[in-house]
T-cell receptor
Framework: SQTIHQWPATLVQPVGSPLSLECTVE??????LYWYRQAAGRGLQLLFY??????ISSEVPQNLSASRPQDRQFILSSKKLLLSDSGFYLC??????????????FGAGSRLTVL | KNEVEQSPQNLTAQEGEFITINCSYS?????LHWLQQHPGGGIVSLFM???GKKKHGRLIATINIQEKHSSLHITASHPRDSAVYIC??????????????FGKGTKLSVKP
């Protein structure tokens, strides 16, 4: 079976501090990986997606960056957090062998509060 | 105008009621997903549809490609069904590879 791990689940960070959220996937190979943000009362916004190691596409200009150092690892980072970075961040994967594009699985999410 | 519209935004029901949540979209799609987000935040994929109808337990999802509309039905609703239900479509036209366009969700509260 396939699983997705995302951590940390909750964090409170001061403005200007760095950020690192990590996501790892098991049970599939070469998946598409995604980072979404969900602000309070709003829908899911795609931040980054990756179709392979080292391949990152950014959807929204912002204070964040993403990296995919391994096939099943996706990292969301910031060098200096802003208040507006607060929100609920979700990692997700789709596709990959042997499942194909029909599978869509989300991590449990990371709730970030920037003070 | 959003490419994916859900209605209603909020829905309160009594336990046992039949519930319908609607999703309309304006783009050509290859698939439509219904997702469930519980108060803790985690999201679970309920259905992936490209045509017709699917059923899983008390949940039924239908899609009409010509009308660009999908519905999620819950029969014999229960308080544990309380969650936000999100419709998401996979567009066939350009955009991010594999990207989904999300509705804003329908918040369902089932009272005992």
């Amino acid at each position: 079976s396939q699983t997705i791990h995302q951590w940390p689940a909750t964090l409170v960070q001061p403005v200007g501090s760095p950020l690192s959220l990590e996501c790892t996937v098991e049970g599939t190979s070469n998946p598409n990986l995604y980072w979404y943000r969900q602000a309070a009362g709003r829908g899911l916004q795609l931040l980054f997606y990756s179709v392979g190691i080292g391949q990152i596409s950014s959807e929204v200009p912002q204070n964040l960056s993403a990296s995919r150092p391994q096939d099943r690892q996706f990292i969301l980072s910031s060098k200096k957090l802003l208040l507006s970075d607060s929100g609920f961040y979700l990692c997700a994967w789709s596709g990959g062998f042997p499942f194909g594009a029909n599978v869509l699985t989300f991590g449990a999410g990371s709730r970030l509060t920037v003070l | 105008k959003n490419e994916v519209e859900q209605s209603p935004q909020n829905l309160t029901a009594q336990e046992g009621e039949f519930i319908t949540i609607n999703c309309s979209y304006s783009v050509g799609i290859s698939a439509l997903h219904w997702l469930q987000q519980h108060p803790g935040g985690g999201i679970v994929s309920l259905f992936m549809l490209s045509s017709g109808k699917k059923k899983h337990g008390r949940l039924i999802a239908t899609i009409n490609i010509q009308e660009k509309h999908s519905s999620l039905h819950i029969t014999a609703s229960h308080p544990r069904d309380s969650a936000v239900y999100i419709c998401a479509v996979r567009s066939v036209y350009g955009g991010s590879q594999g990207n989904l366009i999300f509705g804003k969700g329908t918040k369902l509260s089932v009272k005992p």
